[in-house]
């Protein structure tokens, strides 16, 4: 397994990423205060009640930390994130009763 592997929660580190479906981990993201401030008030704004919009909100804003000088991310740890989090979704949650 990779030494970045160690991160991940097991059940992601096991499978094989879809790679073909990943951003290029090699791409550089300039901070942009700017661009970063937009994303965070799109997020805020599509924020609801339900857990679709909470969710749209946390991707949105998880995105908006490629542009923070101060964040350590990067497009695949967010591809990697967002897929996890669907693919609990779809299993019924982490919590089975």
Do not use: C
């Amino acid at each position: 397994m990779e030494e970045e592997d160690a991160s991940l929660p097991d059940e992601v580190a096991e499978e094989e990423p879809d790679w073909e479906m990943a951003p290029d981990s090699d791409a550089e993201f300039e901070p942009d205060a700017e661009r970063r401030e937009l994303l965070r008030e799109v997020a805020e704004d599509v924020r609801g009640d339900s857990s679709e919009s909470r969710q749209v909100a946390a991707i949105l804003y998880r995105v908006s930390d490629l542009y923070d000088p101060d964040e350590d991310t990067s497009p695949e740890e967010i591809y990697l994130n967002v897929r996890h989090i669907m693919d609990i979704k779809e299993q019924g949650g982490l919590r089975k009763e």
